[in-house]
């Protein structure tokens, strides 16, 4: 088992900053993949950005150059540098550790409860 703890939301006004933090403990040899997503209220649940094992980083169209996914493996972390923040930002963000060994071959998975991101115009 892996456990996921976020940490680093808040509230922010627009064009703000703000840098999660996802901190992995247990059984973390078996995670080769982390990834940050986001669910605003009333919406479904959505990928903001993905890092894997070799360090390629992808991210949603709506966060480019605007967010930075990193992962330091020493400190079993993984971070999300969020930069020119817009109220469309807000919702809650989960971390989510996997084992990815193909395109849909994922052989571990979990998720951290969330951290809240707020927002204002």
């Known amino acids: 088992q892996v456990q996921l703890v976020e940490s680093g939301g808040g509230y922010v006004q627009a064009g703000g900053s703000l840098r999660l933090s996802c901190a992995a403990s247990?059984?973390?040899?078996?995670?080769?993949?982390m990834a940050w997503y986001r669910q605003a209220p009333g919406k479904q649940r959505e990928l903001v950005a993905h890092?894997?094992?070799?360090?390629?980083?992808n991210y949603a169209d709506s966060v480019k150059g605007r967010f930075t996914i990193a992962r330091d493996d020493a400190k079993n972390s993984a971070y999300l540098q969020m930069n020119s923040l817009k109220p469309e930002d807000t919702g809650v963000y989960y971390c989510?550790?996997?084992?990815?060994?193909?395109?849909?071959?994922?052989?571990?998975?979990?998720w951290g409860q969330g951290t809240q991101v707020t927002v204002s115009s």
């Open positions: 890092i894997a094992a070799g360090g390629t980083k």
């Open positions: 989510r550790a996997m084992r990815v060994l193909g395109v849909g071959d994922i052989r571990a998975d979990y």
């Open positions: 247990g059984s973390i040899f078996s995670i080769n993949t």
